[in-house]
């Protein structure tokens, strides 16, 4: 297999920036970075650097001032706010610091409600990818929960779920144990890496807990909007 065909994500030269009245505050500013199928990588670097912005450009959910942006062997950055639209629903999962559950759906509801729009053969089928991906990250057992009677932990949980039982090639999540304790960030760490070599997507992390150093393939050091190091694992 050739270098190009393992690569799932690739920017080149991408720049980024937000104009308030007269003032322009530039974000990202010249970043490349290559991303391969089935990787664990964690970006790094202090608040405000651009970390957040990087991954919302990946994942379709912003687009650059400039540069180009290749997810999946698709320009993002020649796509019109339509297309992205449906590139993010069927290519990538989200996990987000503050779970983002939705409070009136169980827990397996709310894994359901992600793939509503994919299609399955039968309503059947359909409860059942949910019930496995709730199995995978050991909440069969929580299933009628709603988000109110389970732990934040358990909440963190149900959106790695929701966010793998689409069974997306590319994962991103942003600061995914910022509001957790320290044992259960490290539960949560584990459990996110075991579902990246269990189901071969790529994971890309945003994060400041240093435990997910020694768990990454890769580790990108941000800085000022720059990549400042790279770091992969063998």
């Not at 320290?182 to 459990?191: K, N, V, W």
């Amino acid at each position: 297999m050739c270098k190009e065909t393992r690569r799932i994500v690739q920017l080149r030269n991408v720049f980024k920036s937000f104009k308030t009245g007269d003032v322009v505050t530039e974000v990202l500013k010249g970043v490349d970075l290559v991303l391969a199928n089935g990787e664990f990588a964690v970006i790094f670097g202090p608040s405000g650097c651009g970390k957040t912005t990087l991954l919302n450009i990946i994942g379709a959910l912003d687009t650059p001032s400039s540069g180009s942006v290749n997810v999946g062997g698709q320009e993002l950055d020649r796509m019109n706010r339509t297309q992205l639209t449906k590139f993010r629903k069927d290519k990538i999962g989200f996990i987000f610091q503050a779970y983002n559950l939705l409070p009136t759906l169980t827990a397996l509801e709310n894994v359901e409600a992600a793939l509503e729009l994919l299609p399955f053969a039968s309503r059947k089928e359909m409860k059942q990818r949910a019930l496995d991906y709730l199995s995978r990250v050991e909440l069969s057992d929580k299933a009628d929960k709603f988000p109110a009677q389970l732990s934040g932990g358990e909440q963190q949980r149900v959106a790695i779920a929701r966010a793998l039982a689409k069974q997306p090639r590319l994962v991103l999540a942003d600061e995914p144990t910022g509001n957790l304790d320290e044992a259960t960030s490290e539960r949560i760490l584990g459990t996110m890496r075991t579902l990246n070599a269990e189901t071969g997507a790529t994971f890309a992390i945003v994060s400041h807990d240093p435990n997910l150093a020694e768990l990454a393939d890769r580790v990108v050091q941000l800085s000022d909007g720059k990549i400042e190091s790279e770091k992969t694992h063998p």
